[in-house]
């Protein structure tokens, strides 16, 4: 590694030569790509992944939750305000090791929850399959140390567990999510919730566990056990928090003693105006609508009131812990010297978790573990023995003007924070500039002057990227990567979506909030909404744009066909 001297040097150089090229005439993207990538300059890598986090969850995105040294990192690098993900967390995370469309990468629902038509299809495995080369197979192949902390959810066996596609050291919680603490609680059923250590199952965990404070310093472990071989890092943080069940360190939660007391809706209008304050929405962009099983602050009963503001001062200590153990790794790695050359990038999942508690789980069979497991006292919240979650109304708050929240594919759900951040990007910026997770791992193997491997990989056939890598655009030298004509498309639990330019059509049950059973010819119809003019998606222009909408409607038959989709017989999942 170059030491920081060196890396400033090398700076001031590459700066000094792109001024005198621009002064010629010449564009410099070259060499600057260049003065970034190559030969013994590749850069480490920091692959920050949070659960759950909603699109104004962070200071820099409009949230009254102290995130200081987050927001130094956004503040200093290229905040990406049109960031696309999935609507779940496994397909977002199957796109992100890929750079391939989820519905052929694994991924194309979520592990268990195919229905009888998907079942044993191809790109519907329910792990992170072989048709795919992963990131961190080629990081691996091409001189990196490749870690790995945090949530997994690709995989349960070994041979698809963290260890087999390509991570030397991996400290990985295998499920969707876990309590935070030591129990190993479940989200699902009664058994323990599933861990592997670099790919070992994992019986117990340290008495002191606490998810984020634990998966940071486990990283922080694994790349201080190599650093004196001078080899870049590949470090794929990916925490579980803020996921449900809402539960952070006693102290942790008291500093956000009373700060929810005015209810959600004033929440909701005071992260409203501080977004327009920080020119992240237009000043005219209308609220989002509230949802029918959205209940008034003033409705509710003074204790109703109480343990509800409650939830969201866990829900907040939960974000503030993380930006904590965050700020802990970034100091350390200017402490040994590597925070000059280590490539961040930032970004949560899906939208935040809005669903109502009782009524979205009931049929998942925890109905009963929600009411005998745990100690739901007012005084136990957020402890380790409870299990909890904010539902709708806090989470309209956390996405925004964006309407609904995770599982869908309206702006809410597939909408996310994210950023990027290195000494060698131009100065601090904010793009608003479409880009999905897709393009993320093109982008990472371009600024570490690695070339994909195409269509074969280890003697199997692969799918080639489907992203594109957003380099450029994080250099300053483009304002977009992807043009009017380029179209994304998204299906998860049969709600479904297409992204063309400034449109996109979208299906959502129309009546029956999450009816799983229900056959979706039944109750579904497409939706036409101008981003440009309607970001918020508030006005269907389904019949008024007939035109519009057929030329919508064959962008999506074009991307289900491209990419394998197959609409589920009935919906299991969110």
Excluded at 18 to 31: A, I, K, R, T, V
Excluded at 172 to 178: F, H, N, Q, V
Excluded at 384 to 394: I, K
Aim: glycine share 8%; net charge negative.
């Amino acid at each position: 590694m170059k030491n920081v001297s060196e890396l400033n040097y090398i700076k001031i150089l590459f700066l000094f030569g792109f001024l005198l090229f621009s002064m010629m005439g010449c564009s410099g993207e070259n060499e600057k790509q260049t003065a970034m990538s190559e030969g013994d300059n590749q850069p480490n890598i920091l692959l920050i992944v949070v659960d759950d986090l909603g699109y104004t969850d962070l200071g820099a995105f409009g949230s009254e939750i102290a995130t200081p040294n987050l927001d130094a990192l956004a503040n200093a690098g290229m905040m990406l305000t049109n960031y696309y993900v999935a609507p779940t967390c496994s397909p977002t995370r199957a796109m992100l090791l890929s750079g391939v469309d989820n519905h052929l990468a694994g991924m194309g629902t979520m592990h268990n929850e195919q229905s009888d038509n998907q079942r044993n299809k191809p790109g519907y495995e329910g792990y992170l399959n072989f048709q795919v080369a992963a990131l961190p197979n080629i990081l691996k192949d091409n001189g990196y140390h490749t870690y790995m902390t945090g949530k997994w959810h690709l995989g349960y066996e070994e041979e698809t567990s963290p260890t087999a596609r390509g991570f030397e050291r991996s400290y990985a919680l295998l499920a969707g999510g876990a309590g935070h603490f030591s129990n190993m609680m479940s989200i699902l059923g009664s058994n323990k919730a599933p861990y592997r250590e670099d790919g070992m199952l994992v019986d117990s965990l340290p008495e002191n566990f606490y998810s984020t404070k634990f998966y940071t310093n486990k990283m922080i472990e694994y790349i201080d056990s190599n650093h004196s071989d001078n080899k870049p890092f590949f470090g794929y943080l990916a925490y579980s928090a803020p996921h449900w069940p809402l539960q952070a360190p006693i102290e942790s939660i008291e500093k956000h003693a009373g700060n929810y007391d005015a209810g959600y809706e004033v929440l909701y209008q005071q992260r409203m105006r501080k977004l327009k304050a920080l020119s992240l929405i237009d000043q005219g962009i209308p609220d989002s609508l509230n949802l029918p099983e959205d209940i008034p602050w003033n409705d509710l009963s003074d204790d109703e009131k109480k343990r509800s503001s409650k939830l969201m001062e866990i829900y907040a200590a939960m974000v503030s812990d993380l930006d904590h153990y965050i700020g802990n790794l970034i100091d350390h790695l200017k402490d040994i010297d590597e925070f000059e050359n280590t490539f961040i990038f930032f970004m949560s999942d899906n939208g935040p978790e809005g669903h109502p508690l009782e009524k979205s789980f009931s049929e998942y069979g925890i109905a009963n573990k929600l009411s005998t497991c745990c100690d739901h006292s007012y005084e136990n919240m957020g402890n380790a023995n409870s299990y909890l979650w904010y539902g709708p109304e806090w989470a309209r708050a956390g996405a925004g003007p964006w309407r609904r929240f995770k599982g869908f594919t309206s702006e809410g759900g597939i909408r996310a924070p994210a950023f990027a951040h290195y000494p060698l990007l131009n100065d601090s910026s904010t793009k608003d500039s479409v880009i999905h997770v897709k393009d993320v791992m093109p982008t990472l193997l371009e600024l570490a002057n690695i070339t994909h491997p195409g269509s074969a990989y280890k003697g199997r056939e692969i799918l080639t990227m489907q992203g594109t890598s957003i380099l450029p655009l994080l250099m300053s030298d483009v304002d977009y990567i992807h043009d009017q004509e380029h179209v994304e498309g998204w299906e998860l639990f049969g709600k479904t979506a297409v992204r063309k330019g400034d449109w996109k059509i979208i299906q959502e049950p129309q009546d029956d909030f999450f009816s799983w059973q229900t056959p979706l010819a039944d109750n579904y119809d497409w939706q036409l909404f101008n981003l440009k003019e309607d970001p918020s998606e508030l006005n269907n222009l389904a019949k008024t744009q007939p035109k519009k909408m057929k030329e919508m409607l064959a962008a999506w038959q074009a991307y289900k066909k491209e990419n394998n989709v197959i609409i589920p017989e009935s919906v299991m999942g969110f």
